[in-house]
């Protein structure tokens, strides 16, 4: 079964940082994509960002919303994707998803999603 | 920015047929993606290329696209398919890699 557990969310304050870790399971992990979104409470999907597979570069892509704080990383030989949120805001608050992408140049259609972890930005 | 626009809400007596639009000026170049989200559940793939099912789906979802619009249908909806319902898609110039519509809430009544 293909499976991504999310972890590492929490309280934080304004301005700290924070690293959300996205374990995969049930696939070749290195041979995809992987995005991460987000939803504030009562509100809709929100894209963060993408990951290519090291077959493509392993470059990423981000949301104007998050450039230049937030930072996405892989570690194929653990199955894991990261996201790293620097200088967090309390607008960030929302539960973060990761998902497998099924695009490979640039981020195109999302399937499994993670169960999700809730990040409050909050003094 | 690019926007997909989709109703608010929509409700159906069960057995009935629900359909959910979804429009975009990039429709017709772009595939459109539907994801199902349940309270408190992360969303889950209802559709892909515009009419695709992903194995695990019921037979009742399926979609079309007709110009700048694209539906997602539900044949003899069930108290199980209330839910969220978001359409998703990117515009034709590659500025905008993801774009999601609103959501429309399906009350199941």
């Known amino acids: 079964e293909v499976q991504l557990v999310e972890s590492g969310g929490g309280l934080v304050q304004p301005g700290r940082s924070l690293r959300l870790s996205c374990t995969a399971s049930g696939f070749t992990f290195g041979d995809y994509a992987m995005s991460w979104f987000r939803q504030a409470p009562g509100k809709g999907l929100e894209w963060v960002g993408f990951i290519r597979s090291k077959a493509y570069g392993g470059t990423t892509e981000y949301a104007a919303s998050v450039k230049g704080r937030f930072t996405i990383s892989r570690d194929d030989s653990k199955s894991i994707a990261y996201l790293q949120m620097n200088s967090l805001k309390t607008e960030d608050t929302a539960v973060y998803y990761c998902?497998?992408?099924?695009?490979?140049?640039?981020?195109?259609?999302?399937?499994?999603w993670g169960q999700g972890t809730l990040v409050t930005v909050s003094s | 920015s690019y926007e997909l626009t989709q109703p608010p809400s929509v409700s159906v007596s069960p057995g009935q047929t629900a359909r959910i639009t979804c429009s975009g000026d990039?429709?017709?170049?772009?595939?459109a993606y539907w994801y199902q989200q349940k309270p408190g559940q992360a969303p889950v793939l209802v559709i892909y290329?515009?009419?695709e099912r992903p194995s695990g789906i019921p037979e009742r979802f399926s979609g079309s696209s007709s110009g700048t619009t694209v539906t997602l249908t539900i044949s003899g909806v069930q108290a199980e398919d209330e839910a969220d319902y978001y359409c998703q898609s990117a515009d034709s110039s590659g500025t905008y890699w993801v774009v999601f519509g609103g959501g429309t809430k399906l009350t199941v009544l």
């Open positions: 998902t497998r992408d099924l695009g490979t140049v640039g981020p195109d259609w999302f399937d499994p």
């Open positions: 990039a429709l017709p170049k772009q595939y």
């Open positions: 290329k515009d009419s």
